[in-house]
T-cell receptor, first 117, second 114 residues
Framework: EPEVTQTPSHQVTQMGQEVILRCVPISNHLYFYWYRQILGQKVEFLVSFYNNEISEKSEIFDDQFSVERPDGSNFTLKIRSTKLEDSAMYFC???????????????FGPGTRLTVL | AQKVTQAQTEISVVEKEDVTLDCVYETRDTTYYLFWYKQPPSGELVFLIRRNSFDEQNEISGRYSWNFQKSTSSFNFTITASQVVDSAVYFCALSFSNTGKLIFGQGTTLQVKP
């Protein structure tokens, strides 16, 4: 069964450093997302991406964040200068289409745990 | 405002008990989608069910069942004859925009004791 994959599973970085989190969505999916979950809290939407551009972003997704789909298979989230409060689990998700039929379900990757020291 | 409320923070049951997880949502949209995801201790988010706003049929899948009631804006989830493997955090989520972003509730931690 196709699945979303994410690398690395755990990333430790120093405050102020840049990190890139990588995701490989399900191959025929067209919509891509990043979410984050601070430990013990709910899952929060960061950004959605469709047709090679951001379609929606949350207040969390400020200028320190960027997303890219560099090669048609990978989908990356970059944090330019990490802060302590960026420590969280970051989930990538993808879905096949925008329609309401069964293809409108988002499937999540296993997550990358980011620890900022 | 678009919002999902899961009032139950933690539930503890003994194996084989039935348990219902509550979810109440708010949205002004007439077309929206509701989801339940399971997050086991390993941390991944596992899709359980999706419901469209115009389909109020209840659904049963094995030991799982879902009760969607638009009149009360609720989408409750029942596990029948719970098992220890059901122990997890369960999230209810709402999707309403063209982009399909999910708005999650706070989650309910279910602990099933042997």
């Amino acid at each position: 069964e196709p699945e979303v994959t994410q690398t690395p599973s755990h990333q430790v970085t120093q405050m102020g450093q840049e990190v890139i989190l990588r995701c490989v969505p399900i191959s025929n999916h067209l919509y891509f997302y990043w979410y984050r979950q601070i430990l013990g809290q709910k899952v929060e939407f960061l950004v959605s991406f469709y047709n090679n551009e951001i379609s929606e972003k949350s207040e969390i997704f400020d200028d320190q964040f960027s997303v890219e789909r560099p090669d048609g298979s990978n989908f990356t989230l970059k944090i330019r200068s990490t802060k302590l409060e960026d420590s969280a689990m970051y989930f990538c998700a993808s879905k096949a289409s925008g329609g309401y039929r069964g293809t409108d379900t988002q499937y999540f990757g296993p997550g990358t745990r980011l620890t900022v020291l | 405002a678009q919002k999902v409320t899961q009032a139950q923070t933690e539930i503890s049951v003994v194996e084989k008990e039935d348990v219902t997880l509550d979810c109440v949502y708010e949205t002004r949209d007439t077309t929206y989608y509701l989801f339940w995801y399971k997050q086991p201790p390993s941390g991944e988010l596992v899709f359980l069910i999706r419901r469209n706003s115009f389909d109020e049929q209840n659904e049963i899948s094995g030991r799982y069942s879902w009760n969607f009631q638009k009149s009360t804006s609720s989408f409750n989830f029942t596990i029948t004859a719970s098992q220890v493997v059901d122990s997890a955090v369960y999230f209810c989520a709402l999707s309403f925009s063209n982009t399909g972003k999910l708005i999650f509730g706070q989650g309910t931690t279910l602990q099933v004791k042997p």
